[in-house]
């Protein structure tokens, strides 16, 4: 698949939204894609993540004994995509604030690809490549389906993106005034 492609069936979902938006980031931006919306959709859901295991396949990072989606919104795409690896999904969550495999158990060595929804900064990768590798896994690289970023988000491994989308994100105290003239709201999920 294509980026234009991919954002096809983003727009197809109704999941492309115009306003002011506070990412999970922190950053704001006049766009936000709300993966949610294609979520719902099962069949668009797995066509977008059979083509992002395809991807990865084509990377050829070898065996794969596990695929790490960070909660919440890597769930998802990291199950779809595992279907299609042939490796069981698996995630992690906030624990005080921090990342862990808490109803899980991997061994040590334990080959792993983390798979996220849509990444801007990376952070949530990071924080999942950081906290995989503090029990011993090794991590072979991380996927996305949307690349935010345009590949500029540095993520600790390499990075998998099925579409790269370069959408404008700005700290708060350096809005253009079109964005400040909108009252922002915060759709991610980032606290919970």
């Not at 949610?36 to 991807?55: G, Q």
């Not at 084509?58 to 690896?85: C, F, K, N, W």
């Not at 080959?111 to 990768?125: A, F, K, N, P, Y």
């Amino acid at each position: 698949m294509k980026t234009e492609d991919v954002l096809a069936v983003f727009e197809s979902a109704g999941a492309v939204l115009h306003g002011h938006f506070i990412l999970t980031s922190g950053l704001r931006s006049p766009v936000f894609l709300q993966k949610a919306r294609v979520f719902m959709h099962p069949d668009k859901t797995e066509t977008l993540c059979r083509a992002l295991a395809e991807k990865i396949t084509a990377a050829d990072l070898g065996q794969i004994d596990y695929v790490v989606g960070p909660a919440v919104g890597g769930i998802i795409p990291a199950y779809e995509t595992s279907r299609h690896l042939g490796a069981p999904a698996i995630w992690v969550e906030r624990q005080d604030g921090v990342f862990k495999l808490r109803r899980f158990e991997i061994a040590q060595g334990a080959r792993v690809v983390i798979i996220e929804d849509i990444v801007t900064t990376g952070l949530s990768i990071r924080e999942t490549v950081e906290s995989l590798r503090t029990i011993g896994a090794e991590v072979l690289a991380a996927g996305c389906l949307i690349d935010r970023s345009a590949g500029k988000a540095e993520v600790g491994v390499p990075l998998i993106a099925l579409a790269e989308y370069e959408v404008p994100a700005y700290p708060a105290d350096q809005l253009p005034p079109e964005l400040a003239a909108i009252e922002p709201v915060k759709p991610g999920s980032r606290n919970l």
